[in-house]
């Protein structure tokens, strides 16, 4: 059985603590490798070495480290493949969507390419009599990203690459789940020319992240996961005086009016309900069509489409839509939610829960279940199923949709279908919710807008790439002067390029 390790100073270092997670096979339930748990001292080992590799990379100058993004996106592009499948193998997401993860991590590394442009600062000519003012934008330090399993190279990813184009450096502590692809990643960036040290990758749970949060030269954190994990993370952070964003769970709703294309409207919501099993902070788990008409025209719709969906390993390539959950805990929770769900009144109308493959028997495979006449008092409406689960609630006007969307606690994702300009912008301007689809079920951000929910979703002030990032990973300081007349001395004639 492969043992992974932690990666420090641009090389793989075994951990020292004694304790090791399983990283499982979520299509046969085999043990597959195993990764060290850092204790605090391996912990505190790494940030002392990435402060001192801090000190020149944050003191070269953008454009030299802009090029290190540079080649390392051309390495993710060579590498691709290869990073798709480290992403399936320990996920269990098909091959194509290990692809799609891997492409939209990479798609924020394109943007670093561009950080001297983001970093360049401001600049006020004359502020006052002989008086210029500018500010410029500098690396905090030391940084931190703590990352979860559903995406193992996106998120890391979107940690990793503004982090260190602004300068700073990095301790990344991705999901026990899932920790390979950012070892590989972190050897891509040695490859790409990162200085040693710059990133390191401490694998690890509960015990690395609190000794990250003590950590008194860790300045800032930033988290993707769990919402009771997130405020946890942001309230530890923020209480010892870091920068921190914390981003959490989710419960996305799409509405469907009476005018939307229902054809359309039911293959958004399989793809975007069903897409990697559900485990996507952006799936959309309630069907909010308006009108009873709607309603029973979607179902019509839904349920050929969903008992059409395959579900298998990823090693079955294109011939399957969605592999297995992630544990068989969350297979069982899974399970268990759809079970209160019918215990507490939803009409469940496709049952996944007994789906059972051939071969892989011992997998964590949940089928798909699609619920209609749920309520907002049933568990399956409140919780965060994390898992392929479909809930329809009904409603009887726009009005009564906007507002279910509004009172959840979560503010992630939402989209609305509708023929109807009017209503779409309507929803869009009122909405309580950081991310809006119109006529599109996933809308995550390119690029180079930012990444962020609102209420229970998000912990604190900026969103993750884009702009903010850039904000994020960097302090302001501006600086008045004013400079006293005088003998001007002779120029300086010899064109140079910086150094
Ligand atoms: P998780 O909260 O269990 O774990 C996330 C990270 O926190 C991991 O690195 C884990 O090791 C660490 N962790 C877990 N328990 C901890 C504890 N008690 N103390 C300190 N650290 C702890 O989340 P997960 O199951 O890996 O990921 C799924 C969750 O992430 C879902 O809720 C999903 O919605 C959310 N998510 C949110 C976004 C977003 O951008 N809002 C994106 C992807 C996933």
Not at 195 to 204: E, I, K, S, Y
Request: glycine letters at 12%.
């Amino acid at each position: 059985m492969d043992e992974l390790s932690h990666y420090i100073n641009g090389r793989h270092v075994k951990g020292t603590s004694g304790r090791f997670a399983d990283v499982m096979n979520p299509a046969t339930g085999e043990v597959q490798a195993r990764v060290p748990l850092a204790s605090s001292d391996e912990l505190a080992d790494a940030v002392a070495k990435a402060a001192e590799a801090q000190k020149a990379w944050g003191a070269t100058n953008p454009q030299r480290r802009a090029r290190v993004m540079m080649k390392f996106g051309a390495l993710i592009n060579e590498h691709m493949d290869e990073l798709a499948e480290l992403v399936s193998r320990e996920h269990g997401k098909t091959l194509p969507d290990g692809k799609g993860d891997v492409q939209r991590g990479l798609e924020v590394v394109e943007v670093c390419m561009g950080a001297p442009a983001m970093l360049k600062g401001e600049y006020t000519d004359d502020g006052g009599p002989g008086i210029d003012l500018y500010s410029m934008r500098q690396p905090l330090g030391v940084v931190a990203g703590i990352t979860p399993f559903n995406f193992p190279a996106m998120i890391p990813l979107w940690k990793m690459a503004p982090a260190i184009s602004c300068g700073n450096a990095m301790i990344l502590k991705p999901s026990e789940r899932c920790p390979s692809t950012s070892l590989r990643l972190a050897e891509l960036l040695t490859e790409a020319g990162l200085p040693d040290g710059v990133l390191q990758v401490v694998n690890g749970d509960k015990d690395a992240v609190d000794a990250i949060l003590d950590n008194e030269m860790i300045q800032a954190v930033g988290f993707v996961g769990s919402t009771p994990i997130a405020q946890y993370i942001y309230g530890r952070a923020a209480n010892n005086g870091k920068r921190a964003q914390c981003f959490g769970g989710a419960k996305n709703h799409m509405i469907i009016m009476p005018d939307a294309d229902l054809d359309k409207a039911a293959d958004a919501l399989v793809g975007a309900g069903f897409g990697a099993a559900g485990e996507r902070c952006m799936a959309i788990s309630v069907a909010v069509p308006v009108g009873a008409e709607t309603a029973d025209a979607l179902v019509e719709r839904l349920v050929p489409r969903i008992e059409k969906l395959k579900v298998g390993p990823y090693t079955a390539g294109e011939d399957v839509d969605y592999g297995p959950v992630i544990t068989r805990a969350s297979q069982e929770r899974i399970r268990g939610l759809i079970d209160s769900g019918v215990a507490q009144g939803a009409d469940l109308v496709v049952d996944g829960r007994d789906f059972s493959l051939q071969g892989y028997e011992n997998g964590y495979f949940v089928g798909p279940s699609f619920f209609d006449k749920v309520t907002p008092e049933m568990d399956i409406y409140k919780e965060e199923i994390f898992g392929p689960v479909l809930s329809q609630v009904r409603t009887e006007s726009y009005e009564d949709a906007l507002k279910l969307t509004m009172d959840n606690p979560y503010g992630n994702g939402t989209a609305i279908f509708t023929a109807d300009g009017d209503t779409a912008r309507d929803f869009a301007h009122r909405v309580n919710v950081g991310m809006v689809g119109i006529n599109f079920p996933i809308p995550v951000p390119l690029s180079y807008h930012t990444f962020g929910g609102w209420k229970k979703s998000a912990f604190g002030d900026l969103n993750q790439y884009g702009p903010d990032a850039f904000r994020f990973y960097t302090k302001t300081k501006t600086v008045t002067a004013r400079w006293f007349s005088g003998i001007k001395e002779g120029g300086e004639f010899n064109f140079k390029p910086m150094d």
